[in-house]
């Protein structure tokens, strides 16, 4: 296991070997220049970078370098694809209650994407009409996992996971304002949700919603490919 | 506007002018003797009492002198009724999201009726499995308020506001463990609804859904009675 | 039950049907075009608009298509009425404890006005000089429904509900400082009301106790215009 | 300065030269035992003492050696008065919002007492009735401080202090449940009192509040005896 | 779709069809009668029941009626299999921090077996003997999905997440005290986790764990089954 | 009793009757034009006005008509004395913890010195260097009242109250970072003094502290003028 | 590095060589049989086990086997000591601030004297009465270490503190009630102290306490040892 | 024991003799002018000065006057150093999570220097690469005492804690979103570490940990200076 030490960083150039994709650069708190001595060690040992919590500002220096790097706005995303990761075979869902949840969503998908991914987006069908989600529910289970971004008071992913067979990530958002406390009250709900098997990750982390979602996809992509390995 | 000094108690006698219902024993922390004497004191002004969060203990006090009061298991209520409140027209929907909300259901039920409300039960239809819901919309429509009670994620009211015009009141209960933080998680989702309208009362206060619903009730029950006076 | 499918947003067109009134915009978190493309769609379906949380930036886009689209700068709502809503009878009465709760009180008021309520505006009347709200006691009863808006300890809802046989619907607000925790003290203090029947809405929801208490003054004006159906 | 070391606990014998009243012993978490010994030391430096928290336990014992201790079943108090403190002129009054408060506001009641103060006792005067508390307005001006003891939203110490100009301490109390927090809610209300000059001290704490008004009272005792010494 | 309605609860007759696994009885706070009712009406459709947070006493009602259930007490769980569900292809992999998250393990791995997955427990290889988890890194990784299960910081999780590529979904314990908060230290801890992809369910949620686990081994034993059906 | 409607406040002008003191403009959340309005009805039946949580552009407007108004900075207070109140014999001390928390006693000592009160400030006298606060022992002890502001975690007041027999009121303040809450670290730890009688107003509320200290010694001051009505 | 597997429990047989001292065994949660069992892993490996939050039962089982092994009731510790641990030159001092803190200062206690160290037990100095804390700070500054236990406000390790030079480890205790929060406010009272250098551990957490202060005396009391391989 | 009052501060010109180490300025919420005449009143009684929390608004007034002050930039922190504080032997390490950490660790590193001691600094070795610090176990033993700095889970103390017998200090930091609630996750991860003897600092607080450390190299410096006096 192998790391270069850059001084204010480790870049964990092992990190694709032990977990199947390679290291992510969570660009908050980092100056413009930190970001992009990290992207050179990454691409020095793999394809492509993804960077979540990006600014604008952090992009500029890193496309002077990196002219095909990208800046995904509404993600606030930077990604950089030397050679596209492989698709995988399978697809995944991302639904949003609320048009204010497509940041998160966009996170998520941007994330799935780079991953090598094909996802479904399905925006704004909260339980408030019901009819709305009951519309899209063959779609949702034609996928290999599913999802579901949500603020408020986070009862999408309960309803959702009632008509689904499919592994379901729970992320919810600060959306909202008062008593929805910065997403604590959407982060409980989906806690504490009475569809069995909702699992939930930190409010507003569409990326780890989607790295999860990502590791599941890998894992029916690897077990289409070598069916026998898994039987065994 | 007049009340009786008891000493540990100054009951309200002009409650039922004021506010239409006459005044309600709250049993905790009261001694058996204490909650008898107020029953007296209610007694000679009005037909009804209700006690809700009662012992049984306090109740075999009651009943020694009030034969004809009845202890209500499940709901933890006593009442007794002298003469019964007149029945009103129009019927309060009582739902609850699954079997171990019963007991703030019934509290809610067993008010509504001594204040002479017809009450339709209709229990565990939680959002994991949405059919269930839907197959009694029609029955929750033809009611004139909606009480909806759910512990854990608390999604139900928002799922039930999305199907009906009339009032909903959402009663969070304690009903689960950990992160749901007796009641609190039900309790925020609630106030966060994305169902226009929803309007909360304190974790299992199953007694206070039930007046704000009689009150409604009342009011409908008399503009049908005296329509003249609501069209001015 | 139907809905137009934006993309980034699924207009439920079928919402007047199933709960009495159009849906509303909730303006936070999406870009002007977003608002300017669905009060299109809703205005296709119904005669009038109201947007919530709205700024002065999305107004200026909207009112460039709807010349006749009004922004109410306090209650920080746009409303466009291409056919207002036919007047209900009946009033509802918005009282708040301080002049920092005037705000939530209009995004109530004008919430109530577009949906054809009239509107009794009642302001300062907080506990700390209790003969204010003495004074205004007949004008409460005089409603259909009460709203009490508050900040700070939340109190007045509880001084209110022992005046008044209406429902009454209590609305905290974020005004105060240090342990008023945002609104979260005059949240915790009127779900903890000695009134009975109180109930209560998220911190600052002045449309959303407006939507209920429409629901409620709808309800009665039809009871007088149909009290036959009402009486079966 | 001194105080005596009993390996346990070191009781302050000068603390009623510092601050005008004797040491007053915490029982709970204290074994039988240990409160018997502070006791002695204690009385061997005054004349009285106080033990709030106090188990039937710890009475039993304390009073096998102090025959004229009492216990104060509903305060939880022990008090032994070798030779009574003398009594101050001026009053204080212990408000409680309801019967279920009793228990704190007998804690500040005993805690006066012994300390020399007269007492008035108003029981059961919420805000949900509000002529109960406008009809004992003369009784509490005519003290020289105020308590009020009050539990679930912890409205009433506002509605008092609109209507006295003496000082007044708020006692919130644990008596609720669900989001009342444990007294947290009745707590946050009064620290957010519109009341000016309201003083609050923790959950429960009827001793605490005593303390406070017996050193108002005493001030005030002491001014009506040497005025001339406070007018320099 | 459909459900049978008891009165007291509405069974979901229709669960296994839509979501793979039949319906599981969340026996808190139901009468060990109740418990029995449901239990006839699952078994009327599947072969399997499992009743979660039961007691020993709902489990001899139930004995009673089906000889061959099982009461596993450590997990707390009630199961009967009158025809075992057909075993799944992959292991999942339950480790836990501490000997003191054994029943929330427990209650997991019993989950896990009713659904036909094999299941692997490691025991104790908290991260303050880092050396005690390196040893089972292969072990683990040869899992299709990995639970882990710990109170206190929660920080097993983290360190098991950098070490494997498979889904790895954590347990929250209410293990520990003070500031441990009842689990909300390690839920919150797990939820910030520098793993990526790390997902969370509620404190205590053993079943929930197992239940998402199974959903994902469920979904790779059906794509080495049926490779071509994932490839499209 | 009496009041002025201004439509947004309604004016209580018969606050200084019933409570000792006129009413005090709260700003914050005011506009300039509403707070010189309020200013000109108090003007009209009193000779004093105090506006706390003022900012430099309400006091602009107020001072164009109110030529002699004051504007305190560090306090953020608007004071007018067209007759200033009568001196009150007795001093209030304030003391601070820290440099940080002079604005909140600063509030205290502006609100003082308007209702007539000596201020005795001592500042910095943190229990970090006790010493320090054992240099002003008698200073404190010859106040009628002592107000102790501090943030952090708030433990002065304790250490205050064990060397003086007068009332002490706690003021929190929201100076610290990360764990201080804003406050409420300073809060809770006043709350749980160990001393006995200290009493606790809101975060930041110097003026609260004031206003409560000035309540005691107008009563000691009465009490000394008017020693007989006392000793009834 | 090495560990026992006994299926239940992973003993790191290692722990002494890394840490200084051996593994100690929590009982909380565990069976006495699991405690028996890892008691004997450990004294095949070490002289000396330490339990903590053991119970009496538990002690029953392990004294049957281990003859010598003594059960400290207040500290809730199970010891055997096979062969002493070397002395420490260096003491530590344990202070309480109230004789309800006494179990936990206790826990602390029979830690550090089982790993060798000297205990200065002082108890009852809180800083209501700092006169009692000032007479013993020479013993303070005397020892290597000072562990200061304090519920309530927490206020005492501030003021001890800024009496040494010594490093300073702080013990929120839960001892208290209503705003202690279970040990919360002395827990954040500590975290804000403002004598520079006071460190904290978990509420009630005397073990951890202890085990902090005796790595810093072995620390010191092998530089004395070998001074000259510390001026390297 | 003496102290400078400069009005708005009293100066602890005895803290050097008391504690080992001179006063140092917590800045933050200071005028650059207070800070300046702080400076000038240590500076009279010691040889170097620290100002944590520092603006460089502040610096640049202390610098005119103190040409050869220091501003460090990403730690925020003003040193002086008329004649630099004597070096001690042992080092201390200063480890952080993450890149995000830098600026609490430097914070920390520059506090330790200027009191004298050497410091490692180690970066970015969080446990999800648990490699990257298992590769610097060496460089962390050889020290005095351990500083250990983590956002987000604040895993990263209980995994050091493991592999090493020094004193450990961990601070939390407020890097992360959503529920790390401004650095609580790690904090209460931290005082729940399964790492005995982990003791905390409150959230940001380098300066905190680092006063900790140095208090505890002196001590050990000492040692080795005076082995004999430790013998005692």
């Known amino acids: 296991m192998s790391f270069v030490d850059l001084g204010f960083a480790r870049v964990d150039t092992d990190r694709k070997n032990r977990r199947g994709f390679p290291e992510v650069i969570f660009c908050a708190g980092k100056t413009p220049d930190e970001v992009l001595q990290i992207c050179r ?39 950089i694809e030397n050679d596209p990761m492989p698709k995988l075979s399978g697809k995944i869902a991302v639904i949003c209650a609320g048009t204010s949840d497509l940041p998160v969503a966009e996170e998520a998908a941007v994330t799935l994407e780079i991953f090598g991914n094909c996802v479904e987006r399905i925006c704004d069908v909260g339980v408030a009409g019901i009819h ?40 919810p958002t600060s959306v909202g304002y008062g008593a929805s406390l910065g997403g604590i009250a959407a982060l409980l ?6 569809g069995s098997g909702v699992t939930v990750v930190n409010i507003d982390n569409g990326f780890g919603a989607a790295y999860a979602a990502a590791t599941i996809n890998r894992l029916v992509h690897l077990a289409t490919r070598e069916p026998e390995a898994q039987k065994k």
């Open 41 to 79: 060690v990454i691409l020095e040992n793999q394809d492509v970078v993804l960077g979540t919590r990006a600014t604008r500002e952090q992009f500029s220096l890193v496309q002077r370098e990196f002219k095909h790097s990208k800046f995904h706005e509404r993600a606030r995303c930077i990604t």
């Open 189 to 194: 709900g989906m806690l504490n949700s009475c």
């Open 132 to 171: 709305r989600l009951l519309a899209v529910r063959e779609q949702i289970e034609s996928c290999n996992a599913v999802i579901v971004v949500a603020g408020m008071e986070g009862a999408l992913p309960s309803a959702v996971a009632g008509l689904t067979s499919k592994p379901l990530i729970a992320v």
